[in-house]
């Protein structure tokens, strides 16, 4: 059993910077991987980031630069530094993980507004 609990979105305006958290407990591993992907209403949901045990990351192209994901495993933490918000990254964002059967776990999110 997974739980996992994000937090820290809120609205913003273009340019702006937000961080997000998301709390995991329960039967988790550090060898595994874990991540951010959003959903707007109308857009397909897509991954934004995730993180390995080693730290290796990958990102969506559109984020790339702006966003940094990273992981505390003394405190089963995962982050998203958000930078240089765009109108378009205005999203629910979900923390997941992904257990040694490959089945993901995911939180309920957090809402990102980036309005003017």
């Known amino acids: 059993q997974v739980q996992l609990v994000e937090s820290g979105g809120g609205l913003v305006q273009p340019g702006g910077s937000l961080r997000l958290s998301c709390a995991a407990s329960?039967?988790?591993?550090?060898?595994?991987?874990m991540g951010w992907s959003r959903q707007h209403p109308g857009k397909q949901r897509e991954r934004v980031a995730y993180?390995?045990?080693?730290?290796?990351?990958q990102y969506l192209d559109s984020v790339k630069g702006r966003f940094t994901i990273s992981r505390d495993n003394a405190k089963n933490t995962m982050y998203l530094q958000m930078n240089s918000l765009k109108l378009e990254d205005t999203a629910v964002y979900y923390c997941?993980?992904?257990?040694?059967?490959?089945?993901?776990?995911w939180g309920k999110g957090t809402l990102v507004t980036v309005s003017s």
């Open positions: 993180i390995t045990s080693s730290e290796m990351t």
């Open positions: 329960g039967n988790i591993s550090s060898i595994n991987a």
């Open positions: 997941f993980y992904v257990d040694p059967q490959g089945t993901d776990y």
